[in-house]
């Protein structure tokens, strides 16, 4: 299997746009989660989901954010529009019911 | 809510030495207390414990669960300069929710 992998690595865009970032699971995981990495606030959970659906979404920070999970492969993460402080590392992780979690290489965001 | 602390926030030893990085956690539904190392990328699976007691892989690493005074310990025996990492330590909900600490910052040293 190849892991969890998510796309783009980097992403740079200018405030105010509209910015998607993605994740595939490793198949056969039922939990997915998004997580936000800073220095300050170090890792963060945003949102997760159980079989496709979305369980806590408490952690996502405003409006602005929303994320889906259409089907059992495949996940997004939406930020519209976008700001200088939603720049960090964001992480994709999935599990197995009661197992632990395997994390993607990320996605390093930076709104200029 | 449901909150992990770890401590210290940063140590720094030399080759060789024994750390000992801690983890105390509240919870609802205590489900599993896991531990990941992170270096540069993304954090990478160490141990998962589900009741009190000690889990060893083979070489250097060990971990406790208390799950009466809620703490877990990461001990690492024989520090090398590639156990330079951040340790982050994580509870499992029974939602299989998981919520992580601000991790310790370890740097050995030659």
């Known amino acids: 299997d190849a892991g969890v992998i998510q796309s783009p690595r980097h992403e740079v865009t200018e405030m105010g746009q509209e910015v998607t970032l993605r994740c595939k699971p490793i198949?056969?995981?039922?939990?997915l989660f998004w997580y936000r990495q800073t220095m300050m606030r170090g890792l963060e959970l945003l949102i997760y989901?159980?079989?496709?659906?979305?369980?806590?979404d408490s952690g996502m920070p405003e409006d602005r954010f929303s994320a889906k999970m259409p089907n059992a492969s495949f996940s997004t993460l939406k930020i519209q529009p976008s700001e200088p402080r939603d720049s960090a590392v964001y992480f994709c992780?999935?599990?197995?019911?009661?197992?632990?979690?395997?994390f993607g290489q990320g996605t390093r965001l930076t709104v200029v | 809510e449901d909150k992990v602390v770890q401590s210290p926030l940063s140590l720094v030893v030399h080759e060789g030495d024994t750390v000992t990085l801690n983890c105390s956690y509240e919870v609802t539904n205590f489900r599993s207390l896991l531990w990941y190392k992170q270096e540069k990328k993304a954090p990478t699976f160490l141990f998962m414990l589900t009741s009190s007691g000690i889990e060893k892989k083979p070489g250097r690493l060990s971990s406790i669960l208390d799950k009466k005074e809620l703490f877990s310990i990461l001990n690492i025996t024989a520090t090398q300069t590639g156990d330079s990492a951040v340790y982050l330590c994580?509870?499992?909900?029974?939602?299989?929710?998981?919520?992580f600490g601000t991790g310790t910052l370890l740097a050995v040293q030659p």
């Open positions: 989901f159980n079989n496709n659906v979305p369980i806590d």
């Open positions: 992780a999935s599990s197995l019911k009661d197992g632990e979690a395997f």
């Open positions: 198949s056969g995981h039922n939990s």
């Open positions: 994580a509870h499992g909900g029974a939602t299989n929710k998981l919520i």
